[in-house]
Every structure is written in structure tokens, then in C-alpha cells.
């Protein structure tokens, strides 16, 4: 499953269309003189003659059908309905239930899309996507019985889920998939809890809501959290839930609202103290402690490296690993940078051209190392900027030498201690002192290796 792998899944009836004109044919082509044409059969009649019967074929009714809806949806469900009636057993069922989903959905008709999506899944239990997309339809609808189909459905997803944990492509980091699977199965259990709550199985709701939020804290969770223990009167419990849900939530995210997961946490907080005293420090406690929890969570590349040579980094985009062993002995220049940062992008091309003026020197070697936490922003950048310089994700070399700002450039010398750091970044005299930088790291002599290693 896709990073979001829960958004609604897109169908179109052009696969349908497009499979009964390829069973169909071409239509006749219109005759240029006459553009409206009678029938053979009205022809015949004209003529006094009698036509002779012409047998139809259920590929000739299915593009029939299609084509004499024309843009109207509600013709085209009327249609496709009554050619199901007659052929319930054809062929192209599979693709006409789906589009019979992505017409009864633009008709705001939930409870007939639903209807149909339930029978691809029946037909394609392994359809994920239409899988979810019934879930969604069927807690749109309310009833009691589509909550508990859902339901069944969303345990059918997390058995997916984790079935597929072990399916791991060889392009992936083991990092990277562990992030994806944790992302899927949060996805899902915070999805079965919510359907859940709305059965009133709170009990069952509340277990999948902290599984779901103990493999990945998220708003959503704690704000059903905080729910939950508002209506078991556990006021305490409410304010840390909702705390946690206000700390998490992202503004352009549509799926917490921070306005009202605060109206929701003032409410309870005034109920257990009579005001609003105290809330602003337990809200920043709150923030900082979620925070840290949600670094923490990260595993920390590169943990046991004592020294530049033993860091392994990641070439970016690819992740394709690059060993920085054979930098030992050289001057190595990196510019900590990140996506967002907007000196960082002033400085791009400075910091380029002076690599430019070594390139043909063996002994320094210059990186440009991404410090974004979310690296997904780093290939369209990437792809945008198409930076000159070799490109690698950090991987724990900022924690190594405490970068807190960007753009911050660092001359390594060939001892491994730094002999140049610029934090920030002064256009006018940049590219000068760098450059002076780097000269006077060459100018070091190597070091002596340790007593018993030949030198290289």
C-alpha cells in the first residue's frame, strides 16, 4: 500500500466503454449526405419490403446502453441496471459494478454505491482499494448493519496488512517499509476504531484506538481517545488525549481539526479546574513531550559511528547506500541543507560553483546532505532544482556534529576534525572564505596512520 495508502480510489466507466467498443466494433460510419439516417428496419419498411430479423448480442446491448445514456448518470445506472437484468451473468460485470460505484457516488446515491462495491469485493476479495472505498461508503450510509459490514471489511484490510509485512521490495529500505507498514496498520486500526465507536463498542473502540496510536501517535486516535474517556467521565484521561490530539494535528491536515479538538479540550479542562488556568503550560508540555516521542520513535541511523569514515549514508532520491569509508584521509565538504529552508536555496549555487573549482581533485570530495524529516519533499526538489553537487540524506551526520541551523557548511580535514563551519550564510563572502577553506585543509598534510596499519 501506498505512504497514504486510504484515500478514496479513483474509477471511471472509460474502461468500460473502451471494453465494449473493442467487443463491439466500430460504429457504422454516418453518412455525410444523409446525417440521420433510418434504421434497415425503418428502410425496409419505407419500402414496403421486410426486413430481416437481426440477432443482438449482449457486447451489441452493453455498448447500446452506454451510448444512449450519453452524459446522463442516472440514464447510465438506469441502463447498465436493466442490461444486469437481463445478462446478470456476463462478463464485463466487474467493470460495469464499477461504473455503476462512480455514477451512483456523482448522484450522491452512497447506499447503491456501496451496494455495487460490495460485489467487486465479493468478486475481488483481494481489491484493497475498492475494499476501502466500501468501508467509507457503507459508514457514510450509518446504519447499524453497514457498521458492522464495515467493520468486517476493516479487519479484512489489517489481515492485508499484515499478511504483506513480509513482502518487502528489494528497491525499499528495511527502514522505509517498517515506516510504511506502521503507517498502514495505524491507518487501519484508527479506521476499525472510529466504526467502532459509532457501534457503541467502546470497549473494543478504545483497544484498537491505543494499538493504533502505540504504533504511531496521531491526532485522530487521541482525539477518539479523549472521546472515549469523556464519556466514561475520566476527565483526566480527556485532557491528555485531547492534549495529545491538539499537539499532533497539522493544520492543512483535513483529518484533526485543531480548533475544535481545543474547544473539545477547554470544555473538560474548565469541567475538572472551573477555568482556563494552567491549560497554555500543560499544552506546551504536552507539544514537547509528544514530540520527543514521535523523534524517538525514529531509529537513529548511524547510532554506532565514532567517526565520519564509519557513517553509511543514503544517496538521495534512491536511497541507494553511500559509505563515506573512502573519504578518509581527504577534505570532505558538506552543506547541511533542507527543502524548506529558503537561504538554503540561495546558497545552492555558490556552494556549487565552488565544487567546480575541485573537481578535479581527488583528494576533497563535496556533499550536499538533506536534513528533511519528511524525505518525501526531497524528489520533486530535487527534480525541480537539479542540484550539481552529489546528494545524500544526512542519516544522523547532523546529530554527529550538532547541526541545529541550516544552511550550515563544514570543511572536514583529514584528521576528521573541522577546520571550517559557516552557520548561515553571507552571499557576498561566501564562495571566498570556503574556498580559502578548503585550500588551507589540502595544504595539512595526511595523518600519520596508527602504529601497525601500512598507510594506504
Not at 560553483?353 to 526531497?378: K, T, Y
Request: glycine letters at 4%; one cysteine or more; charged letters at 25%.
Amino acid at each position: 500500500m501506498a505512504s497514504q495508502p486510504f484515500s478514496r480510489c479513483a474509477i471511471s466507466i472509460l474502461f468500460l466503454c473502451a471494453a465494449a467498443s473493442s467487443l463491439c466494433g466500430q460504429a457504422p460510419a454516418q453518412d455525410e449526405k444523409n446525417p440521420n439516417p433510418l434504421p434497415p428496419s425503418s428502410k425496409a419498411a419505407a419500402s414496403g419490403q421486410t426486413a430481416p430479423a437481426k440477432q443482438s448480442s449482449p457486447e451489441v446491448e452493453l455498448q447500446q446502453a452506454i451510448n444512449s445514456s450519453g452524459n446522463d448518470r442516472a440514464a447510465l445506472v438506469r441502463n447498465l441496471e436493466a442490461f444486469l437484468k437481463e445478462y446478470p451473468d456476463s462478463q464485463q460485470r466487474p467493470q460495469i459494478y464499477r461504473a455503476l460505484v462512480e455514477a451512483s457516488m456523482q448522484l450522491q446515491d452512497n447506499a447503491r454505491a456501496a451496494s455495487y462495491a460490495e460485489r467487486i469485493v465479493a468478486l475481488s476479495p483481494d481489491d484493497i482499494s475498492m475494499t476501502i472505498l466500501t468501508i467509507q461508503l457503507l459508514e457514510q450510509n450509518g446504519d447499524e448493519a453497514a457498521l458492522r459490514r464495515a467493520t468486517n471489511y476493516a479487519t479484512r484490510v489489517l489481515e492485508f496488512v499484515e499478511r504483506s509485512s513480509s513482502a518487502k521490495s528489494p528497491k525499499v529500505s528495511q527502514e522505509e517499509w517498517t515506516a510504511e507498514k506502521n503507517r498502514d496498520r495505524m491507518s487501519v486500526l484508527t479506521m476499525r476504531g472510529r466504526l467502532e465507536l459509532k457501534l457503541k463498542d467502546t470497549v473494543a473502540a478504545q483497544k484498537d484506538l491505543t494499538a493504533s496510536y502505540a504504533v504511531l501517535p496521531s491526532a485522530t486516535a487521541a482525539e477518539q481517545l479523549g472521546e472515549i474517556a469523556e464519556l466514561k467521565k475520566d476527565s483526566n484521561g480527556a485532557i491528555q488525549h485531547y492534549a495529545r490530539a491538539f499537539a499532533l494535528a497539522d493544520a492543512a491536515n483535513g483529518n484533526a481539526s485543531r480548533r475544535e479538538i481545543r474547544q473539545k479540550l477547554g470544555n473538560v479542562w474548565r469541567l475538572a479546574h472551573g477555568s482556563d488556568d494552567g491549560l497554555g503550560d500543560y499544552l506546551l508540555r504536552t507539544y514537547d513531550d509528544a514530540s520527543q516521542a514521535s523523534i524517538a520513535a525514529k531509529p537513529r541511523k548511524n547510532a554506532d559511528a565514532h567517526e565520519i569514515a564509519d557513517f553509511t549514508l543514503r544517496k538521495a532520491p534512491q536511497g541507494t547506500a553511500f559509505p563515506l569509508k573512502d573519504t578518509r584521509g581527504k577534505v570532505l565538504v558538506v552543506n547541511f541543507w533542507a527543502t524548506w529552508c529558503s537561504p538554503c536555496h540561495v546558497l545552492e549555487p555558490s556552494f556549487a560553483r565552488v565544487a567546480a573549482d575541485f573537481q578535479r581533485n581527488p583528494e576533497v570530495f563535496f556533499l550536499a546532505a538533506n536534513c528533511d524529516e519528511d524525505e518525501s519533499l526531497v524528489a520533486p526538489y530535487l527534480a525541480a532544482d537539479k542540484p550539481r553537487t552529489a546528494v545524500v540524506f544526512a542519516d544522523g551526520l547532523d546529530r554527529f556534529f550538532t547541526v541545529n541551523s541550516f544552511p550550515t557548511v563544514m570543511v572536514i580535514d583529514r584528521a576528521g576534525k573541522i577546520a571550517y563551519r559557516s552557520d548561515g550564510f553571507e552571499p557576498d563572502t561566501f564562495e571566498a572564505n570556503l574556498e580559502a577553506a578548503v585550500r588551507r585543509a589540502l595544504a595539512l598534510p595526511r595523518a600519520s596512520p596508527p602504529a601497525g596499519n601500512p598507510a594506504p
